[in-house]
């Protein structure tokens, strides 16, 4: 079945480390988003693609980094510049031709320890 | 620019009692609108989503929202809750016309089901 896969589910950082996390999909999606989510706050942008080799700032894009080398792909790395990286980060995907909703990942949750 | 409120942050519910969810959203035109539903520690699940015509739309686990365009409104309704309905629910609004653009998401309400 299709679907989009993130991995670790579960992750741990110490102080000045970067950490990346995965974020595959097998629905021939175009586009592909990271939110971060913290209790209280829903949901929030930090970057999105709409095409490979392309992506765009979301709202809360410092301290973070991402790439989209395939249409398949799109891993997100948390740097040593995002001051509070503990939270709950969640990948999506969607079509181009309409906004048919996005389809979530089972998200990866970030501890610094 | 476009913007969603849902204004319960927390709701309690009997088991069994009906449920209405609100969502109210700001745009110059009829947006795309939907509803997600996460549990602890997952990700988001579309519930049901509206485009055009019918107003009413049913969606899954026995849900359905209603569109009004007149109160920029698209609440969720269930006519009897299930215990395992418990979870936080999402509005989002997209936009229309041209190429995909980025949802917009409420913060979300949390619905507690008593026993």
Sequence with gaps: ?113 | AQSVTQPDIHITVSEGASLELRCNYSYGATPYLFWYVQSPGQGLQLLLKYFSGDTLVQGIKGFEAEFKRSQSSFNLRKPSVHWSDAAEYFCAVGARGGSQGNLIFGKGTKLSVKP
């Design chain 1, 1 to 113: 079945d299709g679907g989009i896969t993130q991995s670790p589910k579960y992750l741990f950082r110490k102080e000045g480390q970067n950490v990346t996390l995965s974020c595959e999909q097998n629905l021939n999606h175009d586009a592909m988003y990271w939110y971060r989510q913290d209790p209280g706050q829903g949901l929030r942008l930090i970057y999105y693609s709409q095409i490979v080799n392309d992506f765009q700032k979301g709202d809360i894009a410092e301290g973070y980094s991402v790439s989209r080398e395939k249409k398949e792909s799109f891993p997100l790395t948390v740097t040593s510049a995002q001051k509070n990286p503990t939270a709950f980060y969640l990948c999506a995907s969607s079509t181009q031709t309409g906004p048919y909703g996005y389809t979530f990942g089972s998200g990866t949750r970030l501890t610094v320890v």
